[in-house]
């Protein structure tokens, strides 16, 4: 029995037969989108992926993997590895991002967790810095967040506040800053009647000020640097309010693009720059637009651009922005307790499970798979391989990554028969993707292709069962594009390369002589997403899912 009374028995499935090998396979970054010399994956040779595709049209669909699907606040926002593969694992959707900062700040929770113990311990005798977007748009942040946060922060000891204010006008109307600014400066005076010396230090429009992403521009996060740790700007007001008004009188100003400000004192000294002993929180819950200036305030061996100073600081940010580079160290609110995945259902019901990736997609198949749980649920039941990844290269220098190792131990697995279950992760169109080098990941692709060859070849040889899908989008747009959908070009006429994931849905397919006769995707669960998945793998593997899972895409029908 768990914890919590229920049973970790499963009831068979009434029509699907156990004991079948199941090959999962998950292509990372590996989305479906129109055929155009931009989608690497239609330009590469990919002829074990396109089989499924045209082989059996009952046996292929798309489902989403972005947005409200994975548990994400809208569906303007796009998956990524670590919420792809929770769902994935999971088979139900749990709040990820605002909505779990939302529930943090509510309960008062986001008081009593090591993130903000962490920082407290400077509000003594330091400064509490909050950095981020001011805005209500909901996409990178929100201000009844930070209002909330604010207010919180003083009531837990927090005696001297310094907000450095990002303006927006891409998620919101251009404009709304002064009104977003003047409401900010309204709850600070409101503080400050109560003993708290708060007030805005810094500002700048966020797409030349802090928010760049990918790393396309480091001279935007240096921008904010200056302006925000050394108080060094072209532009020194004595309040923000009169910096956001008097800087959109210029000529073509808008709230994206103002410059950077710092806010002075009467003898013209910045109010209120980061300096050792201070705590610094970045309020931002989506993580794109974050990653980079967390990369300055918590690396010593920093090398981007140079920070003239590197204070000692508690930083923490209101989530952590990277699963896998475990950035930054210290957060406000943790990620979903996820509970009861599916991976722990199946050992606990017999099945012996293999997972296998490379480094820098071996924790999404295993620890994202299993609810952000490190090691075995069942020691003797599983076997997790890392194969290292390359390191100190461009993953398009070797495009082809580790591909070809990951699908010859999915192979040898597969053919050793001591598993039901053998799970990997492809991480080729993601990793490479991710560069920029289209030529590159049209090379990524085919090596991912050849990789799902290999293992389909040994699922047919075991008379097993495969399932092929993927976590978000990515090689398959590899360019920026306007509301039309035309491609964006640069002011010399070039491509606006894309290097982020996509809003794109993802493929799934099932097959292999393992798979009973009659199985094929409902008609009915036209939305379905990533957690669907989970369902559809239990039943291939005999059982009936949970009743609290996300429904299985797949029913039998007698021929």
């Not at 919180?152 to 800053?177: F, M, N, P």
């Not at 069942?378 to 993953?395: A, C, H, L, N």
């Not at 036209?526 to 005999?542: E, Q, S």
């Amino acid at each position: 029995m768990g914890s919590s009374g229920f049973s970790w028995k499963l009831n068979d499935h009434p029509k699907l037969p156990k004991g079948k090998i199941i090959a999962v396979v998950v292509l990372d970054g590996w989305g479906e989108a129109n055929p155009n010399q931009y989608n690497c994956i239609h330009v590469a040779e990919t002829p074990a992926m396109d089989s499924l595709k045209k082989g059996a049209p009952e046996k292929w669909r798309l489902v989403k993997a972005h947005g409200k699907a994975v548990g994400l606040p809208t569906d303007d926002d796009m998956g990524n590895s670590e919420v792809g593969h929770n769902a994935l694992g999971a088979g139900r959707i749990f709040a990820q991002g605002a909505k779990l900062v939302d529930l943090a700040l509510a309960s008062g929770k986001i008081y009593e967790g090591e993130g903000f113990k962490y920082i407290k311990e400077s509000f003594e005798t330091g400064t509490l810095h909050l950095i981020g977007l001011l805005s209500d748009g909901g996409v990178h942040s929100r201000l009844d967040q930070l209002q909330l946060l604010l207010k919180g922060a003083s009531e837990h000891g927090a005696k001297r506040i310094r907000v450095h204010v990002l303006t927006d006008g891409r998620d919101v109307l251009d404009g709304t800053s002064i009104g977003f600014v003047e409401t900010l400066e309204n709850d600070l005076a409101k503080l400050r009647e109560k003993g708290v010396d708060a007030q805005i230090a810094s500002g700048g429009g966020r797409m030349q000020v802090t928010m760049d992403r990918y790393e396309n521009d480091w001279d935007v996060v240096k921008r904010g640097w200056d302006a925000q740790v050394l108080g060094e700007a072209p532009h020194k007001f004595r309040s923000a309010v009169e910096a956001v008004k008097k800087l959109r009188e210029a000529p073509n100003a808008n709230d994206q693009y103002l410059p950077p400000f710092v806010i002075v004192d009467d003898n013209g000294k910045p109010v209120g720059p980061i300096v050792d002993g201070d705590a610094v929180v970045t309020f931002n819950f989506r993580a794109d637009r974050m990653v980079m200036l967390a990369k300055a305030l918590e690396y010593e061996d920093f090398d981007k651009f140079d920070r003239v100073r590197f204070p000692k600081i508690r930083y923490s940010g209101m989530l952590q922005y990277d699963g896998e580079l475990k950035l930054p160290s210290h957060y406000l609110v943790s990620p979903p307790e996820i509970d009861r995945t599916s991976g722990e259902y199946l050992v606990h019901n017999g099945v012996r499970t293999f997972a296998c990736s490379e480094t820098v997609k071996f924790g999404h198949v295993t620890f994202f798979w299993n609810g952000n749980r490190s090691g075995y649920f069942k020691q003797e039941m599983e076997e997790y391989v890392e194969i290292p990844s390359d390191s100190g290269i461009t993953f398009n220098v070797q495009p082809k990554m580790k591909a070809l190792e990951i699908a010859e131990k999915a192979r040898d697995a597969i053919l050793s028969r001591k598993f039901d279950q053998v799970r990997v992760n492809l991480p080729n169109s993601d990793m490479v993707g991710h560069t920029g080098d289209i030529e590159a990941t049209i090379v990524a692709c085919k090596a991912a292709d050849d990789a799902v060859k290999m293992i389909l070849d040994a699922i047919d040889q075991v008379g097993g069962i495969y399932v092929v899908t993927a976590d978000h989008g990515n090689a398959e747009d590899m360019v920026k594009r306007n509301k039309k959908g035309e491609p964006l070009l640069d002011k010399n006429g070039n491509i606006q390369i894309l290097t982020s994931h996509t809003l794109q849905p993802v493929p799934v397919a099932i097959g292999g002589p393992g798979l009973a006769p009659g199985v094929r995707f409902r008609k009915d669960v036209p939305d379905g997403g990533l957690a669907n998945v989970a369902a559809t793998v239990m039943n291939l593997h005999g059982f009936e899912a949970p009743a609290d899972y996300e429904p299985t895409l797949i029913e039998v029908v007698d021929n």
